[in-house]
Nanobody, 131 residues
Framework: EVQLQASGGGLVQAGGSLRLSCAAS????????VGWWRQVPGKEREGVSL????????YYVDSVKGRFTISSDNAKSTVYLQMNSLNPEDTAVYYC????????????????????????WGKGTLVTVSS
């Protein structure tokens, strides 16, 4: 059974850091696009960052550039999102998702927009940033 397990959320003060993990089971990372989305209740889901596991290519939405870093440990089938300099606007439920179309990173980079449809979605992890 394919599963994605997101973890690492919590409560942090503004300016603090958290590292989210997305552990995959039931498949191994080959040429996958794996990313993070976030959603605040009542608002649309927002794509945050994407990585191509085969070559490490990345994409970040403008609001997190310079603060968030996405990385992949293919041996562990885990993708991380290191979040620094957090601010209250980063408060949301964060979801990870994966797709076996690793080339999605190219269209994401070209269009400047995260894909909306992915093969697999995990349950979210809540990040709360207090002011």
């Amino acid at each position: 059974e394919v599963q994605l397990q997101a973890s690492g959320g919590g409560l942090v003060q503004a300016g603090g850091s958290l590292r989210l993990s997305c552990a995959a089971s039931g498949f191994t990372f080959g040429d996958y696009a794996v990313g993070w989305w976030r959603q605040v209740p009542g608002k649309e889901r927002e794509g945050v960052s994407l990585i191509r596991t085969s070559d490490g290519s990345t994409y970040y939405v403008d609001s997190v550039k310079g603060r968030f870093t996405i990385s992949s440990d293919n041996a562990k089938s885990t993708v991380y999102l290191q979040m620094n300099s957090l601010n209250p606007e980063d408060t949301a439920v964060y979801y990870c998702a994966a797709d076996d179309r690793g080339w999605l990173i190219r269209t994401t980079q070209a269009l400047g927009a995260m894909p909306g449809a992915m093969d697999y979605w995990g349950k979210g992890t809540l990040v709360t940033v207090s002011s």
